[in-house]
């Protein structure tokens, strides 16, 4: 997604979704440090379960920062095959995040709780 291959030219509006998924990942790994989280969708043995910076508001700040990190892409490059990368996208990490959150479940007896007061992507909506 992020290779200009038949891209029109560069739309700079495209700078302030970029910008934003760089500050909410940033945010997330500042708050969730790396050692408590997996890039495979098991909870760390020993991990805990965070609730505290952009987890008080969505369950999956990462996924939401790399969903709009590749949303700027399309922004930006305009061709119609990124929207479906991005759709694809969308779906891996709805998937990822549905399994990951069952094991989270089993493993935080809070984590139900804390599902049902958050988005599980992005704040209000998803």
Do not use: Q, S
Request: glycine share 8%; hydrophobic share 55%.
């Amino acid at each position: 997604m992020a290779l200009p291959w038949l891209a029109k030219p560069w739309n700079g509006i495209a700078w302030v979704p970029l910008a934003g998924a760089v500050a909410l990942g940033l945010w997330a790994l500042a708050v969730n440090r790396p050692g408590n989280f997996n890039v495979r969708p098991d909870p760390k043995p020993g991990g805990h379960l965070v609730v505290a910076g952009p987890y008080r508001f969505i369950r999956h700040p990462m996924y939401a920062a790399a969903l709009l990190f590749a949303a700027g892409l399309c922004v930006g490059y305009g061709t119609p095959w990124r929207w479906i990368a991005l759709a694809a996208l969308a779906a891996v990490l709805h998937v990822k995040a549905r399994v990951e959150e069952r094991a989270m479940a089993k493993v935080h007896a809070d984590y139900a709780a804390y599902a049902r007061r958050t988005k599980r992507i992005f704040p209000f909506v998803w």
